[in-house]
């Protein structure tokens, strides 16, 4: 069990004894591969730093973003900035927390609803993957009601590349 072997450098990570670039050397000794399970072990540290990823909240940062679903470290970290930009856009922050706040607990519930929504969000595009004009058109007619006109946003330029595949 290599987690439970290396649980002292997760404690060293977890109160900033060894940097982030040091704790993701010794995450991919643990998880060579697998960009989701590396992001696990840095989220179980510091929840509150670093977002859950996974298939659905990939798929809406995609959608959201006319980016690719990131595959490696770069690309978690274009979407951990567009999480924490949700975070904030929303009003569930002010800004990115550091730990050292005396309500962590609380915040790191409030970003536990970003996480909820954008896995939501890429789930409803999962599910519905055979039907993504259907669901672009809906985009578009509930845009045309919000702001009488076409939308031009990534949101929907995304769709539409995704559903010419």
């Known amino acids: 069990m290599l987690v439970l072997d ?59 973003t006319n980016n690719k679903i990131p595959e490696d470290w770069e690309g978690y970290q274009e979407y951990k900035g567009f999480f924490f930009n949700v975070a904030k856009s929303a009003g569930i922050i002010d800004r990115q927390p550091k730990g050292n706040e005396n309500n962590i607990s609380e915040i790191v519930w409030a970003l536990k609803k970003v996480d909820n929504a954008l896995f939501i969000f890429g789930k409803f595009l999962n599910d519905y993957d055979g039907k993504k004009i259907a669901i672009h058109r809906l985009i578009e007619r509930i845009w045309l ?21």
């Open 6 to 64: 290396k649980h002292k450098s997760l404690n060293d990570f977890r109160h900033g004894r060894i940097d982030e670039n040091s704790f993701l050397e010794i995450v991919k000794e643990i998880f060579p591969t697998g960009l989701i399970w590396q992001v696990f072990l840095f989220h179980i540290a510091r929840p509150y730093e670093w977002p859950m990823a996974g298939r659905n909240v990939f798929l809406a940062f995609s959608i959201q």
């Open 145 to 165: 009601r919000a702001f009488g006109s076409s939308p031009k946003s990534s949101l929907t330029a995304g769709l539409q590349i995704r559903s010419k595949r």
